[in-house]
């Protein structure tokens, strides 16, 4: 059987007394706009609601989110846009009471795929295009496609392109969908209303109080325009683009190490990730930039308080999930993960100083490494 005859395979088995959760990634705009795609779906084809949606942050499968799904009774889990590879432990665990499916494009350090879990990864289902290029958005609507009628959604996996820098290799399709909303074609596609759409989304996550509001807002628009012209969104957005132009504006207080940038910011909103992608293509364009953001509270498991880290290499100097992977491993409760050009981690906040050290190590180890004949 192939990945998606056994994605087929795992929708077509739920039955109408299962209790199913989608799981998604957080503050992402592709995490979002798969997560809404993938809820659409699964109510279109099995003329059900979905029972709950969890939104998480980018660090796995932890015991917190385990305990809830216990609680909640469920049985069949859905991850979208995670990276939940490293979290074997609690894979395993989880899979003596739920079935699980994941849906993915991450570089992935392990093959989930067992007797219990359902893996798809972009890689599975077209390996001439680069998983980080493939976004979840724009997989979950080529899956769910295969089931049901979801043209409807094109719009929405649009957008999840654009969040996540997937739309120049999508470009056909993302052309024919602007085109059957009216949307004017722009040389930058975030002056288009789609990108400005996107903006919207993106702002809107910068704000945990807002999670949930703005997956109903997104869930309930047919289309674009209403992500445009919603109020909170639009106040959203107001409020991150005065908080990145202060960042932006203050970038030179970043630390340098050859074409290593390292920025610790302590922003009102969340806003590393994407400050670290407008930086990467307009300021920093030949470096390696992270941004290390102090104002991220996450608290794990363990009772450890986390910061947020982004990171960003646009020419892929250096793989920078390779380089925070490799700067996280002896660092307790740490992680890291993501795609070549962009990835993202969590830290211990008192292994911070620590923590610059070793990028600053296996940096130079890499850039030394690549240049070697």
């Known amino acids: 059987m192939d990945h998606i005859q056994e994605f087929n395979s795992y929708i077509k088995n739920i039955k109408p007394e299962d209790k199913i959760t989608v799981v998604y990634h957080g503050f992402c705009g592709d995490g979002v706009c798969s997560a809404i ?15 709950i949606t969890i939104h998480e942050p980018n660090v796995g499968f932890s015991n917190t ?3 809830k799904l216990k609680t909640e009774k469920i049985n069949k889990v859905i991850f979208v846009d995670l990276a939940i590879y490293k979290s074997i432990d609690i894979i395993k665990k989880a899979e003596k009471l739920f079935d699980i499916l994941v849906i993915d494009h ?3 350090t392990n093959d989930l795929n067992s007797a219990k ?15 980080n290029f493939y976004p979840a958005s724009k997989l979950c609507y080529d899956l769910f496609s295969n089931l049901t009628n979801i043209e409807d959604l094109d719009w929405l996996s649009c957008l999840g392109l654009i969040a996540d820098a997937g739309y120049k290799q999508w470009k056909e399709f993302l052309v024919k969908t602007m085109k059957r909303y009216g949307v004017k074609e722009k040389e930058d596609i ?23 509001d703005v997956f109903e807002i997104i869930y309930n628009a047919n289309s674009h325009k209403q992500i445009l012209n919603n109020k909170l969104l639009n106040e959203c957005n107001k409020k991150v683009s005065d908080e990145l132009k202060y960042w932006i504006d203050n970038r030179d207080k970043a630390e340098r190490h050859k074409d290593l940038i390292i920025y610790v910011i302590n922003p009102k909103y969340k806003i590393g990730s994407t400050l670290s992608t407008i930086l990467s293509f307009q300021y920093f364009k030949n470096s390696t930039t992270i941004i290390i953001d102090t104002s991220t509270k996450v608290i794990s498991d363990e009772g450890y308080d986390y910061v947020k880290v982004s990171a960003r290499d646009q ?27 962009a990835a993202g981690g969590i830290i211990k906040r ?12 296996f940096y130079d180890e890499l850039t030394s490494n690549k240049h070697q004949p």
């Open 190 to 212: 975030f002056l288009t209303e789609f990108g400005k759409a996107t903006a919207n989304i993106t702002s809107g996550e910068s704000f945990s109080e807002h999670a949930d």
């Open 350 to 361: 008192e292994d911070m100083e620590i923590f610059k050290k070793k990028l600053i190590k």
């Open 315 to 341: 020419n892929i100097n250096v793989k920078v999930n390779k380089l925070l992977e490799m700067a996280t491993k002896s660092l307790k409760g740490a992680k890291a993960g993501g795609h070549m050009p």
């Open 117 to 131: 879990t359902t893996f798809i990864h972009s890689n599975f289902v077209n390996k001439n295009i680069p998983s």
């Open 106 to 108: 991450h570089e992935y």
């Open 37 to 51: 795609i993938t809820v659409k779906s699964l109510e279109r084809t099995l003329e059900r609601k979905v029972d």
């Open 65 to 67: 989110l385990f305990e």
